[in-house]
């Protein structure tokens, strides 16, 4: 689901709860789903009118954590979160969700902190991406001091920022300039050349691509560099500013899978710190 944050099924709806016991009717529902939840979130939409309501989310959360708690609802180890969609203050969506099939973020959106020292705020794109795109595992075996990257459309260097802080050796192609306290690491080599025209010397653990032009050419170029083996794995971002956006993504992965004579494991967000684009995992399966 790319252009999904958050999913969940909606197990019952309140629409005109009374505002002196909102709690009651909700606890009726969970105590007749007989499920234990190891915790209860109140979500609301990432919208002017979902911020008004975030006070009151915060409070009615700790009224519902304390009413499971007394009711011997919570338990530590559930892998059920017990989900409250609030459109206002008498009107909530109750879900009854397992971790796995939900976003482990509040709306789906990582609050995230941007790094002071990060030269531009895209840095937060791949930071997301590495968190939603891969799993802990993933991320611990792939992302190890010492590896080397590529990154494609650098500067002045966000992308490039998030290898340089795991000590990963980054190659940084693009005309414009780089930040200078990422050259001063040691760790980036400049490039100045045509990103679809780079090739690597040695084969790269990573290459990264935040290149603004057509969806296809970029698809087409990572499918090249899969197929070529000059990296084992791409993060990649598409931009996506037209009205289909969902045919533009079928017809950049066809084209990526048609390229390369190997299975193709192909993950795809349209991330929060996104904007008219979606940032796509691929490497061999
Ligand atoms: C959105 S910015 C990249 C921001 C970067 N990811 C960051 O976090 O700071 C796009 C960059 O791609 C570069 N670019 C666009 N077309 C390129 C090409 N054909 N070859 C190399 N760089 C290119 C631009 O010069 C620009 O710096």
Request: aromatic content about 8%; glycine content about 6%; hydrophobic content about 45%.
């Amino acid at each position: 689901m790319i252009f999904t944050r958050q999913l969940l099924p909606v197990n019952a709806q309140f629409d005109a709860l009374d505002p002196k016991d909102r709690v009651g009717p909700i606890l009726a529902a969970v105590k007749a789903s007989g499920i234990v939840f190891d915790d209860v979130w109140v979500e609301t939409a990432d919208s002017p009118a979902g911020e008004q309501l975030r006070a009151f989310a915060r409070s009615f959360e700790s009224a519902m954590a304390a009413a499971l708690k007394r009711e011997k609802r919570l338990d530590a180890r559930s892998v059920h979160r017990l989900h409250l969609f609030a459109h206002s203050g008498t009107r909530i969506d109750l879900s009854m969700a397992k971790h796995a099939d939900t976003a482990p973020w509040k709306g789906g959106i990582p609050r995230l902190r941007f790094p002071s020292e990060a030269p531009s705020r895209s840095t937060l794109k791949l930071e997301e991406g590495f968190l939603v795109l891969l799993d802990e595992d993933e991320r611990a075996r792939w992302l190890q001091a010492g590896m080397t990257a590529v990154d494609l459309g650098a500067c002045p260097g966000g992308w490039t920022y998030q290898f340089v802080r795991r000590s990963i050796r980054t190659i940084a192609i693009d005309n414009g300039p780089m930040a200078e306290s990422l050259m001063a690491t040691g760790l980036v080599e400049h490039v100045r050349a045509d990103g679809f025209r780079y090739q690597p010397q040695k084969p790269a653990e990573w290459m990264v691509c935040d290149m603004v032009e057509q969806p296809i050419k970029v698809a087409e170029r990572m499918a090249t560099w899969l197929r070529e083996g000059w990296c084992r794995r791409t993060i990649f971002n598409l931009k996506l500013p037209m009205k289909k956006r969902w045919p533009e993504v079928q017809r950049c992965f066809a084209a990526m899978r048609e390229a390369v004579p190997f299975e193709l494991d192909l993950r795809a967000k349209q991330l929060y710190h996104d904007r008219e684009e979606i940032t796509v995992f691929a490497t061999r399966a």
